[in-house]
């Protein structure tokens, strides 16, 4: 009984439970899950943003890895029409036959122009590449040409100065203004890889 007593007089005694303790576990309850929220998004924020940086990085990758090819094709097709160029008679020499007239090596730019890549590269290097070599390619299939070269005569002279001349001129307009384009573009895609790379 005593011990009854006891504990009824510790529990009189005792503070009853106060509106504070509840409110504090409360309080406590909502900054947990807050901080669970805000954790949860910008986890999912970073992982976001990481993934966006690798995508960009792909992305600069593959433009400057197709500038880069069309750029090494186009100094190739060019250096191969000099030399055919050279080997032309304006006025005498030896006649050059139809099977001895070189094609046009377009695997890039007809790779590029069947996927959506082609819009990788800058409009104005696109229009002149679509240019260039439309220019050439016409040249180079051009039958009468083909028949002022294989029968060399002082009639067909002027069109044969006059095929050299537009030749080297298209081409001459690949070395100075295609060209350096390319090397422009490769150059700020390079950058851009290194932006990306080094963002991590």
């Not at 960009?56 to 750029?71: E, G, W």
């Not at 439309?134 to 069109?159: R, V």
């Not at 080297?168 to 090397?183: G, Y």
């Not at 573009?185 to 790379?197: P, V």
Request: no cysteine; proline share 3%.
């Amino acid at each position: 009984m005593a011990k009854l007593e006891a504990a009824t007089l510790q529990e009189a005694t005792r503070p009853p439970k106060s509106f504070f303790r509840g409110l504090e576990f409360l309080t406590a309850q909502f900054f947990t899950i807050l901080a669970t929220v805000v954790g949860v998004y910008l986890a999912g924020y970073v992982g976001f943003q990481r993934n966006l940086e690798y995508d960009r990085l792909q992305k600069a990758q593959q433009k400057s890895d197709l500038l880069t090819a069309t750029q090494v094709e186009l100094k190739q097709n060019v250096a191969r029409l000099r030399k055919f160029n050279d080997r032309l008679a304006a006025d005498v020499g030896m006649s050059v036959l139809s099977s001895d007239w070189p094609r046009l090596r377009l695997f890039v730019w007809q790779a590029t122009g069947r996927s959506s890549s082609a819009f990788d590269l800058p409009p104005q290097i696109l229009t002149d590449l679509q240019a260039l070599y439309g220019d050439l390619d016409e040249m180079l299939n051009d039958a009468g040409a083909h028949q002022d070269f294989a029968h060399l005569s002082q009639s067909n002279g002027f069109e044969r100065t006059q095929f050299k001349e537009r030749l080297n001129a298209r081409l001459s307009f690949a070395e100075t203004s295609i060209l350096p384009a390319l090397d422009n573009s490769i150059a700020a895609s390079e950058q851009l890889i290194k932006k990306y790379s080094t963002a991590d």
